[in-house]
């Protein structure tokens, strides 16, 4: 009847579908953004490395050369070679595999625990929602790199501790994030409609409130991944991530420092593919942030 | 003779051009603008062609079309017209207040002969503090929360009037003495929280007036407040006509509101004024068929559902920008024509003669075709009325056709209780306090019957719906439903309950989850309260879309691709997913444009007489709770101050809460206008309610300590209405029967 048919005289299309419209800008804002696009460009490249870095560099990450220890860079080896001999250039791409293992891992565990703490909390309110958050308040409080150093020297440096580690300090402001936006939520009308049909809580969380939480999740997540890298790279640093020989920047940094008055280039390398990689992460993150809370 | 040959059907053969500015410049020159020039030094705003185009997402969206009005001091001149239509962008343009993505492509504004478009910065600045002052539909948010209201005024003085600071404040309270705010003294020294809705828009006013504008635009003054704060602010600026010389451009969707206010109105619809002219003519007999297709939209005050039938506007307001090569309303219309969709008909005049004939037509004869064509007339003066319209004079003759009635099926004299509420009350906790919402209040619901809730914000209505739903538990009292005792919570009632009793929502843009297709929602009710499987529950959905008009084709779409009217209907369609026996509709249609809420009026009424529902119906309007209720009650401040049959609570005796409430009603009816009674102050805290009567300290009729000190008792006013008060039905009815005068036939 009324409404429903386009009125007369203009292209059918323009009534067509404002969420196709609104999807396809978004995309095509994203694309314009250079902000986004450095950043993905930056991550794809460190994804590239992370899987195919030995294909492309001419030396091992590992293979020692003790003739050629400490050399500065030069046509053989670009970024000059380490106090092992190793090929600072492999190394350095190489290391991209272990922090992109441990960092999007964690960031997932954290974003998929902090979600169902967020909904809970968010959703049931009053006493649940008293108990939970001040758990997370008090998993707040606790300095990340402490509490890292603490569980990982008591349960052994494993990347399956160093994953869970992270996850779980990162869990609270996830938490804390979806819980705000399932508040502002749960007050629509459409949630008070699921409820007068009777709907349990746990579908009305997951099936009605999640799904338009997911903007500010996915944002959360790609601060998260920058905050992930980081963290895992401190941990390596101080001796409580990864150990040798990995090519881990956090490490490579931290064992190559004596090094840094005769030879800078083991150590600023690796340092600024970290700080690449981190800048990507949160460059992603703003385009993001901006496009999507538009 | 103002223009070349015509033909009979109007089509003008000669006429260049079809934007205001030229086409219409015959019309436009030696009527409205004209005459006015003539009799005052010139008109304080002068709109002359204005074109005004957005960009959103890439797209070119040309919003106002080609606007010319002009306003003459001291003239209150009224816009009206469907959200869409491009009302509030003419505002903002005039004063260059335009958003950056939205510019100006051709035209000029001038007020008081100064071209806005034209002037430097640092001009403009000036003329917009002194020249012309703007407010807009909230009052808290133009109000800076952190300020007293003294030093807020006092600013504007200090800034534009380079005032001292003890003669800014001066002024400040001579400024809220001329809004006529009660202890002008006092209010200086308040923020802007401890003020009532009513007092912030007086400062808002005050504020406006500080520069002893020439101009002062309202842009939905009113929206979103109380009917009775409503009628306070409109008193004030009714008021402040007679004492201030500005030209007043009131921009509205109310329709009741512009008529009182307002000696000329311009209809606006697509980005074009489709009408203009003196309010109470063009109101009384409308010559563009869309401002008789708005009027028709309302129910006339005192109609009810089994009388006539609202008839809407078929279609909706063309999307934002959209460009067409004909009439702009031509898609919507009934008397279209082919020359409709081909070119654009220009602003004619609306001669005298052919709108003696329309009210002649009006009143019952049949319209004598017109030989004439309108270009033939002249304009006459200030008065002129224009239309954009080919056949004007087929316009009178909609009023009459096809209104329908809705069947309403005869109640029984004392049918069955569906719903008994006794004594219920429910009370929120703020902080340390405790806020009664509802206070033992009582009502029941009959069978196939609509109970309408009104009362003002924060009387408990919304409360006492949610409780019945399921939504809240109450504290005290029963709720029965058919005879059986509810369990207070929807996740405590078995499906059979919930089948039962549904609700539609107010606000239509969180009434559907966004993320599910208008299928998936209508599915999972069918699923969850009809228990249809498999094939039956794809037959049931699309039945129920059917049953709410929704075209089978768009179940696919999700929410943010459908229209407001759209949307309620599908929530409308999800509460009847299990046959229902009672619906709580709280405001279900007070967000939406006129033709859609009475779209969504009529389906409700035919769902109702289709299927014997009965209704919990809250809204605002009163006019529209009196068209689709057949008995009604009043809350204030928790309490339930009447109740009793439609027709007894809108007339005396009634309870004075009551009688003020219907008295704030703006109408349309210009002969018979009712004396409106002012309520004064703001209404209490619920945390605090006042001793005695809840009313007492705003009653008209307060007799002094006994309504202090005791609460009313209930009266008997007739059969099944009852009231709260003091005062006995028959003095009651004497007192209010006199400040009536002589009640007209309705």
Redesign the interface.
């Known amino acids: 009847?009324?409404?429903?048919?386009p009125?007369?005289?203009?292209p059918a299309e323009?009534?067509?579908?404002?969420?196709a419209?609104?999807r396809r800008?978004v995309v095509r804002k994203l694309l314009r953004s250079p902000t986004f696009l450095v950043g993905l460009a930056i991550l794809l490249f460190w994804i590239f490395m992370a899987l195919f870095s030995t294909y492309v560099t001419r030396y091992g990450p590992f293979a020692i050369d003790p003739y050629n220890t400490l050399t500065g860079p030069s046509a053989q080896h670009w970024f000059g070679t380490d106090d092992s001999g190793r090929d600072v250039l492999s190394r350095t791409l190489a290391g991209a595999r272990p922090v992109l293992e441990v960092a999007p891992l964690a960031t997932l565990l954290a974003l998929l625990a902090g979600t169902t703490i967020g909904l809970t909390a968010g959703y049931y309110r009053g006493i649940v929602d008293e108990v939970l958050m001040r758990a997370v308040d008090v998993l707040l409080a606790i300095p990340v790199v402490i509490a890292g150093i603490v569980i990982v020297s008591g349960l052994g440096a494993s990347l399956a501790v160093i994953i869970l580690v992270i996850a779980i300090l990162f869990t609270p402001p996830v938490s804390r994030t979806v819980r705000s936006a399932v508040l502002a939520e749960r007050e629509?009308?459409?949630v008070?409609?699921?409820?007068?049909?009777?709907?349990s809580g746990l579908f009305i969380m997951a099936a009605?409130i999640l799904?338009?939480c997911l903007p500010p999740i996915i944002v959360e997540g790609s601060v998260r991944l920058g905050y992930a890298v980081f963290t895992s790279a401190t941990l390596s640093f101080l001796g409580f991530g990864l150990q040798p020989p990995s090519p881990d920047w956090g490490l490579t940094i931290s064992q190559q420092s004596q090094n840094i008055q005769v030879a800078w280039w083991t150590v600023i390398f690796p340092a600024v593919a970290l700080a690449t990689l981190v800048v990507g992460a949160n460059l992603v993150a703003d385009g993001l942030r901006r496009t999507l809370s538009e | 003779m103002t223009m070349g040959a015509t033909d009979a059907s109007g089509v003008t053969a000669g006429t260049g051009g079809t934007g205001v500015a030229t086409g219409t410049g015959a019309c436009e020159g030696s009527g409205g603008g004209g005459s006015v020039g003539g009799r005052a030094p010139g008109p304080v705003l002068s709109v002359a062609g204005l074109k005004v185009t957005f960009v959103r997402r890439d797209r070119e969206l040309p919003v106002v079309k080609g606007v010319s009005l002009e306003i003459a001091p001291g003239e209150a001149y009224g816009l009206v017209g469907e959200s869409g239509c491009g009302k509030t962008t003419l505002a903002l343009a005039l004063m260059r207040y335009l958003p950056a993505n939205g510019r100006v492509d051709a035209g000029s504004v001038r007020i008081d002969g100064e071209d806005v478009f034209s002037l430097p910065e640092e001009r403009l600045r000036e003329l917009r503090g002194t020249k012309l002052a703007m407010v807009y539909q909230d009052p808290a948010s133009a109000l800076n929360p952190s300020m007293k209201v003294g030093e807020q005024i006092a600013e504007v003085y200090r800034f534009h009037e380079g005032l001292s600071r003890a003669a800014a404040l001066a002024a400040a309270r001579d400024s809220l003495e001329r809004v006529a705010m009660p202890d002008p003294d006092a209010t200086l020294e308040r923020y802007p929280f401890q003020l009532s809705g009513g007092q912030q828009q007086r400062v808002v006013i005050a504020m406006a007036l500080a520069g002893d504008p020439r101009l002062l635009v309202l842009d939905e003054p009113t929206t979103g407040l109380d009917a009775t704060v409503e009628a306070e602010v409109l008193d004030l600026i009714e008021e402040l006509r007679g004492k201030v010389d500005a030209a007043i451009l009131l921009i509205s969707h109310n329709l009741g509101l512009v008529a009182r206010l307002c000696e000329r109105v311009g209809v606006m619809y697509a980005g074009r004024i489709v009408e203009q002219g003196p309010a109470r003519e063009l109101f009384t007999d409308p010559r563009h068929p869309y401002t008789m297709g708005l009027l028709r939209c309302l129910p006339r005050f005192g109609v009810r559902k089994d009388e006539v039938s609202l008839v809407p506007i078929p279609g909706s307001v063309p999307p934002l920008g959209s460009t067409m090569p004909g009439c702009v309303y031509a898609s919507r219309c009934r008397l279209v024509r082919p020359v409709c969709t081909r070119r654009e008909p220009d602003l004619f005049a609306v001669p005298g003669d052919l709108a003696a004939k329309g009210r002649a037509a009006a009143e019952g004869e049949p319209p004598a075709p017109t030989a004439q064509s309108p270009h033939d007339a002249e304009p006459v003066g200030d008065a002129a009325r224009h239309t954009r319209c080919y056949v004007p004079d087929e316009v009178p003759a909609m009023r009459v056709e096809e209104e329908h009635v809705h069947k309403v099926q005869a109640r029984a004299a004392r049918a069955d209780d569906v719903l008994a509420a006794a004594g219920v009350s429910k009370a929120f906790r703020d902080g340390g306090r405790r806020l009664v919402a509802v206070d033992d209040v009582t009502i029941d619901v009959v069978a196939g019957e609509t109970f309408g809730l009104v009362g003002e914000s924060g009387s408990g209505k919304t409360t006492l719906a949610n409780v019945i739903a399921g939504l809240y538990a109450a504290d005290g009292g029963e709720v029965r439903f058919l005879g059986q005792r509810l369990p207070p919570r929807a996740a405590e009632r078995d499906r059979d309950v919930l089948r039962a009793i549904q609700m539609v929502f107010q606000n239509p843009d969180s009434t559907l989850n966004p993320s599910w297709s208008v299928r998936r929602i209508l599915s999972r009710s069918a699923a969850r309260l009809a228990g249809c499987r498999g094939a039956a529950r794809r037959e049931r959905v699309e039945e129920l879309a059917r049953k709410v008009h929704f075209e089978p084709r768009y179940l696919e779409n999700k929410p943010a691709e459908l229209s407001g009217g759209q949307k309620q209907r599908i929530a409308i369609a999800r509460a009847f997913a299990g046959s229902p026996t009672l619906v709580v509709c709280d405001e279900p249609a007070s967000a939406l444009d006129v033709s859609v809420q009475a779209t969504i009026l009529n389906l409700l009424a035919d769902l109702q007489a289709e299927q014997n529902v009965s209704y919990i119906f809250i809204s605002h309007d009163l006019a529209v709770v009196r068209y689709l209720s057949d008995r009604i009650g009043v809350m204030y401040l928790g309490w339930l101050m009447e109740i009793g049959d439609a027709e007894d609570v809108f007339r005396p005796p009634h309870c004075p809460y009551t009688e003020a409430l219907v008295s704030a009603i703006p109408t349309l009816d210009f002969d018979h206008r009712r004396p409106r009674i002012p309520l004064r102050g703001a209404i209490p805290s619920l945390s605090d309610p006042p001793t005695g009567c809840r009313f007492h300290t705003r009653c008209h009729r307060f007799l002094g300590d006994l309504c202090r000190r005791e609460a009313p008792p209930w009266r008997e006013a007739g059969e099944g209405h009852r009231y709260r008060c003091h005062i006995s039905p028959n003095e009651l009815r004497e007192l209010q029967l006199a400040e009536l005068g002589p009640l007209p036939g309705r």
């Open positions: 009847m009324e409404q429903a048919s009125p007369v005289g203009l323009t009534v067509v579908s404002e969420q419209l609104r800008y629509r009308e459409y008070q409609a699921a409820r007068l049909r009777g709907e009605e799904p338009n």
